[in-house]
């Protein structure tokens, strides 16, 4: 969910849309003061509720285009086994650094207009708990006093990054700050003018000592569409961005960074180049003169928003399409898929 993917991408957070959603939270006249209380507080029913009873469920089994692993380091993909997953759409996802946490977008019914789809207290971004070797039910995460809608999380130490479509942003889609809570998050703020209107970042990830931010951009002298940059933490700021280079970026769209917790693999979303149909998770590793290898694809078939567990098992957005039989193709719905590293 960023400002900058393009409204081709089948990404769920589309710039285009995002920004019918502003225009729709602006002519809607909402006043964002401070003291004002979220209008979905404790108005949020659970997920089922909120999925309409003709959404059906994506299963493997009825997947027209099943995520195609191209690495022998992991297992086949699955759907996670854990109370995330609905027959609603999930995407977006992330762990904290430690596993103890993972927060993901929730939309009910991915046929629902992005404006319409604003006014539902269950769209959003929820987080799970880890509870022995389990997962806690997801909760609504609220993260504004009014209206709108949260994407693109990731955490840092006691700190949430989200990506947000709101009243008072520097554009359609500003990056967010949020310190932890207890189990929540409070004190949401703008991560400023610098991030959003100087340097346009978007979906982005944090290396582990918080130094250095990888994110994507379209840029005067990149490849060509987006490309994938780094910058290092100056000061109360951020320096120059520098261009990963061209073994990590060509002349399509290179977005969606994830960098593992060592520091040497960095995953993103790329349109598969071996034959499949849409987007494909790529990996980049890190070489001993410290530039980044060539890019590998690594999962075919609308898998993207890569993510990484502690342990290096690989999490990943897989859409579900109709029948390409039956005309231009569409979302379904979405899940969180796992595929174990080896």
Same mark, same amino acid.
């Given at each position: 969910?960023?400002?900058?993917?393009?409204?081709?991408?089948?990404?769920?957070?589309?710039?285009?849309?995002?920004?019918?959603?502003?225009?729709?939270?602006?002519?809607?006249?909402?006043?964002?003061?401070?003291?004002?209380?979220?209008?979905?507080?404790?108005?949020?029913?659970?997920?089922?509720?909120?999925?309409?009873?003709?959404? &059906?469920?994506?299963?493997?089994?009825?997947?027209?285009?099943?995520?195609?692993?191209?690495?022998?380091?992991?297992?086949?993909?699955?759907?996670?086994?854990?109370?995330?997953?609905?027959?609603?759409?999930?995407?977006?996802?992330?762990?904290?650094?430690?596993?103890?946490?993972?927060?993901?977008?929730?939309?009910?019914?991915?046929?629902?207009?992005?404006?319409?789809?604003?006014?539902?207290? #269950?769209?959003?971004?929820?987080?799970?708990?880890?509870?022995?070797?389990?997962?806690?039910?997801?909760?609504? +995460?609220?993260?504004?006093?009014?209206?709108? +809608?949260?994407?693109?999380? &990731?955490?840092?130490?006691?700190?949430?990054?989200?990506?947000?479509?709101?009243?008072?942003?520097?554009?359609?889609?500003?990056?967010?700050?949020?310190?932890?809570?207890?189990?929540?998050?409070?004190?949401?703020?703008?991560?400023?003018?610098?991030?959003?209107?100087?340097?346009?970042?978007?979906?982005?990830?944090?290396?582990?000592?918080?130094? #250095?931010?990888?994110?994507?951009?379209?840029?005067?002298?990149?490849?060509?569409? +987006?490309?994938?940059?780094?910058?290092?933490?100056?000061?109360?700021?951020?320096?120059?961005?520098?261009?990963?280079?061209? #073994?990590?970026?060509?002349?399509?769209?290179?977005?969606?960074?994830?960098?593992?917790?060592?520091?040497?693999?960095?995953?993103?979303?790329?349109?598969?180049?071996?034959?499949?149909?849409?987007?494909? #998770?790529?990996?980049?590793?890190?070489?001993?003169?410290?530039?980044?290898?060539?890019?590998?694809?690594?999962?075919?078939?609308?898998?993207?928003?890569?993510?990484?567990?502690?342990?290096?098992?690989?999490?990943?957005?897989?859409?579900?399409?109709?029948?390409?039989?039956?005309?231009?193709?569409?979302?379904?719905?979405?899940?969180?898929?796992?595929?174990?590293?080896?």
């Amino acid at each position: 969910m960023s400002a900058p993917v393009r409204s081709g991408s089948p990404a769920f957070w589309p710039a285009l849309a995002l920004a019918f959603a502003l225009l729709a939270l602006v002519a809607a006249g909402c006043e964002c003061a401070p003291e004002r209380v979220h209008p979905c507080l404790g108005q949020v029913p659970a997920r089922s509720a909120a999925i309409p009873a003709d959404v &059906v469920k994506g299963t493997p089994a009825s997947d027209f285009f099943p995520p195609l692993l191209r690495s022998a380091e992991f297992e086949d993909p699955v759907p996670w086994a854990s109370p995330v997953n609905t027959a609603g759409a999930e995407d977006s996802p992330f762990f904290s650094p430690d596993g103890s946490r993972f927060v993901f977008v929730f939309v009910p019914d991915v046929r629902v207009p992005v404006d319409k789809q604003m006014q539902d207290c #269950t769209v959003g971004l929820w987080q799970t708990v880890r509870q022995g070797d389990g997962w806690s039910e997801p909760a609504r +995460l609220l993260l504004s006093d009014d209206l709108a +809608l949260d994407g693109c999380p &990731v955490i840092h130490g006691d700190t949430l990054w989200f990506c947000s479509v709101r009243a008072g942003n520097y554009r359609e889609v500003d990056a967010y700050l949020a310190t932890r809570q207890g189990d929540g998050w409070a004190d949401w703020r703008n991560a400023g003018e610098q991030l959003n209107r100087e340097r346009q970042i978007g979906e982005w990830h944090l290396s582990a000592d918080g130094n #250095t931010l990888y994110f994507g951009a379209e840029r005067g002298g990149g490849f060509g569409g +987006l490309d994938l940059y780094a910058m290092l933490r100056s000061g109360d700021g951020w320096g120059e961005p520098v261009n990963l280079g061209a #073994t990590v970026n060509d002349a399509g769209d290179q977005a969606m960074p994830c960098l593992s917790a060592d520091g040497s693999e960095l995953w993103f979303n790329s349109n598969s180049k071996l034959g499949s149909t849409g987007p494909a #998770t790529w990996r980049s590793q890190l070489q001993l003169d410290g530039s980044w290898g060539a890019a590998e694809e690594i999962v075919s078939n609308f898998a993207g928003e890569p993510n990484l567990d502690p342990d290096g098992n690989l999490y990943f957005v897989h859409h579900y399409m109709t029948d390409p039989a039956a005309g231009p193709i569409q979302i379904v719905e979405a899940d969180i898929y796992l595929a174990k590293r080896r």
